[in-house]
């Protein structure tokens, strides 16, 4: 398959709640676009990952810093020629905001689940450092997102990337 050309914006954050598949979705989204895969669990600072593991929730304070890092990511890599997936929770309104800062178009893509299905991935997933117990909690912060691409993940991976393909080739 040959490298597909897009109108408009070239950037995605594959967002949802952990355990969703956002991973997953982002790398074949970024295989099937020759684009660019990037995770934000890669950019969290050493004490996030160490709080997570320990089943401490972030707070807004743990945040910041790791969404301006991945903000000033997103923006170096806007500039070039191939599309970007990022991988990452982005559960309320003001995180998102804060990651589309000077994106003009940047693209949510919402992996919509039901606690019991991600709840299920979760406890069967090994060596990842969060914990099937802070599933409550993100569920707590999760705001639906009013302008993103919604796709449901009790739906298998080929369908998903199938319809989300079609809306981003448009």
Known sequence: MGIRRFR?????VVMGVSGSGKTTVA?????????LYLDAD????AANK????????????DR???LDTLNTELQRHAKDKRCVFLACSALRQIYR???????????????????????ERMEA?????????????QFAVLEEPRDAIVVSIADSLPHIIDKLSAQIAR
């Open 64 to 66: 910041w810093p790791w």
């Open 97 to 119: 905001d804060r990651l589309a800062r000077n994106l003009d178009g940047l693209q949510f893509i919402y992996l919509k689940g039901s606690k019991e299905c991600i709840r």
């Open 125 to 137: 997933r090994k060596d990842h450092f969060m914990p099937a117990a802070l599933l409550d909690s």
């Open 42 to 45: 890669d950019f969290h600072p």
């Open 50 to 61: 160490a709080k997570m593991a320990a089943a401490i929730p972030l707070t807004d304070d």
């Open 8 to 12: 408009g914006m070239s950037v995605y």
């Open 27 to 35: 790398e074949a989204l970024a295989k099937k676009f020759d684009g």
